[in-house]
């Protein structure tokens, strides 16, 4: 079985990306891995190519500024990664460079892409995911975070990065997965205050497009330059372990977030009804899923 990995970035370094750990944290797992390097403004090509393994294979790419509503660069500069991968691969594991897998899942994971290779009805593999927030001692649990996410699929060059690079489909329709006892460690949100607000402003470009960023950056530039974390409707404490590959961040975390994970900010009844079904029952009715599984 041969497995390619692939992922893209742009300015890791400005915006604190731990996307050295993320390519490390599936190396052991793949036989190739791609990394699409975008023209950046910081030193991230660098830090890539620091990166000491004769599976990474680097492209390059210009992002295209025409594409920032909804998102859709992410999508496009996904598929240029996917796109470069190998053809005789028969599984493609893809990461988001804020995304990291733990080790302890290396052997399941592996297993799944053996179990369902000739499969054909099988089309990806279906992730679920711990969302951190805030700091490293904290995940959000709230109805805000998508639960699960296609993250292995099959090398199949018909299927395209959807939207905002959240997920996957083949000719527009949703693909056919199997859920894995596997969890994506998910730290968008894990940043120090200043950096991660610097982050948040620049990134509305990707979602409001041109003619709106203007009027996103007004708004923000009135703002604090440390990001508010409290605006977030519920977290709770995270009692796993870390990848070993984050670690190192991990002990470095030098800024202070206090939260009481028992006060809630729901907005609506019904929000605070859904968040007790799926705390309650595991049951999460009326998510969203650009998946099918089977």
């Known amino acids: 079985m041969k497995v390619s990995g692939f992922t893209f970035v742009k300015n890791a370094v400005k915006y604190g ?33 620091s990166i000491i393994s004769s599976k990474i294979k680097i492209i390059h790419s210009i992002w295209d500024n025409n594409l920032r509503e909804g998102g859709k660069v992410l999508a496009v500069e996904t598929d240029k990664a996917m796109d470069a991968t190998a053809s005789d691969s028969d599984w493609l594991f893809y990461i988001q460079a804020d995304e990291v897998f733990h080790e302890q899942y290396h052997s399941i994971i592996y297993n799944d892409m053996e179990k369902y290779k000739v499969d ?19 995940i959000g649990d709230g109805r805000q975070w998508y639960s699960k996410e296609i993250r292995v699929i099959k090398n199949n060059k018909k299927i395209r990065s959807y939207q905002d ?64 974390y409290s605006n977030i409707d519920s977290i709770t404490t995270f009692n796993g372990t870390h990848p070993k590959v984050m670690h190192n961040l991990v002990s ?20 605070r009804i859904l968040y007790f079904i799926a705390q309650h029952f595991g049951w999460r009715p009326f998510e969203y899923s650009n998946y099918k599984r089977i």
């Open 17 to 49: 990306y731990p996307v050295v750990e993320s390519i490390n944290s599936i190396l052991p797992i793949v036989d190739e891995m791609i990394v699409c390097l975008g023209d950046s403004e910081d030193e991230t090509n660098k830090l890539i190519e």
């Open 120 to 138: 054909n009805k099988v089309e990806g593999l279906l992730f679920n995911y711990h969302h951190f927030y805030g700091s490293y001692n904290f």
């Open 165 to 228: 690079a959240q997920g996957f489909r083949m000719d527009d329709q949703k693909l056919q997965v199997k859920l894995t006892d596997v969890y994506m460690y998910h730290y968008g949100w894990v940043r120090n205050p200043i950096t991660m607000q610097k982050k948040h402003t620049d990134f509305g470009m990707f979602w409001n497009g041109i003619e709106l960023h203007a009027k996103w950056i007004a708004v923000q530039e009135k703002k604090s330059s440390s990001f508010d």
């Open 252 to 271: 470095k975390e030098d800024w202070t977030f206090n939260m009481d994970v028992r006060k809630k900010n729901f907005k609506n009844t019904k929000q």
